[in-house]
């Protein structure tokens, strides 16, 4: 069974770039969650993707965007960035049909915004 | 809203002694609750869960929790820590109705003197 993977697992930025992030979920599952947490906190929860389409959000604004895609696998993008941004961030996969919130976690992309 | 309160940031603990983790929420209805781990530059591994039944629930590397209504807790404890504890313990709320959206408290970090 594979795990969660995600590329890359560090990258730096400056202020006002774009970064794309990479998750790879786990064998058999078909949804997809990302969250950001930054040093020293909880993650909070971005948004979530079920059959390709964006299924739940949180307080994010819309430069944080993402995809899924027909493999499961997901993409998380954030525009504008700034340095606020910096932060561990994880993509978690789930069955759906199970819906109880047991996620599996990657080991995360560390982003730094300079 | 959800909420999660973890009132420990710190916790030093001798090998070898009991450890308690403190957890509280904040929801209206029954939630799902878990207990993460991160060891640093990692992502969450998942320790244990209560989706709903016996209170008491048992989870890996000998860390049980109990779910008490009354109090809105679910704190986390083992009977004797071990070195390789050490690390960054989240606590989180689920629920049905908010899919696999976990809200996650600010976390315990754990540190284990010999």
């Known amino acids: 069974e594979t795990g969660v993977t995600q590329s890359p697992t560090h990258l730096i930025k400056t202020r006002g770039q774009q970064v794309t992030l990479r998750c790879s979920s786990q064998?058999?599952?078909?949804?997809v969650s990302w969250y950001q947490q930054a040093l020293g906190q909880g993650p909070q929860f971005i948004f979530q993707?079920?059959?390709?389409?964006?299924?739940g959000r949180g307080n994010f604004p819309p430069r944080f965007s993402g995809l899924q895609f027909p493999n499961y696998s997901s993409e998380l993008n954030v525009n504008a960035l700034e340095l606020d941004d910096s932060a561990l961030y994880l993509c978690a996969s789930s069955l759906k049909q199970v819906n109880t919130g047991e996620l599996f976690f990657g080991e995360g992309s560390r982003l730094t915004v300079l | 809203a959800q909420s999660v309160t973890q009132p420990d940031i710190h916790i030093t603990v001798s090998e070898g002694a009991s450890l308690e983790l403190r957890c509280n929420y904040s929801?209206?209805?029954?939630?799902?609750l878990f207990w993460y781990v991160q060891s640093p530059g990692q992502g969450l591994q998942l320790l244990l869960k209560?989706?709903?039944?016996?209170?008491l629930v048992q989870g890996i590397k000998g860390f049980e929790a109990e779910f008490k209504r009354s109090q809105s807790s679910f704190n986390l404890r083992k009977p004797s820590v071990h070195w390789s504890d050490a690390a960054e313990y989240f606590c989180?709320?689920?629920?049905?109705?908010?899919?696999?959206?976990?809200?996650f408290g600010g976390g315990t970090r754990v540190l284990v003197k010999p």
């Open positions: 929801y209206g209805a029954t939630p799902y």
């Open positions: 989180a709320v689920g629920a049905r109705a908010a899919g696999n959206k976990l809200t």
């Open positions: 993707y079920y059959r390709e389409e964006e299924n």
């Open positions: 209560y989706f709903s039944g016996d209170t």
């Open positions: 064998s058999g599952h078909n949804t």
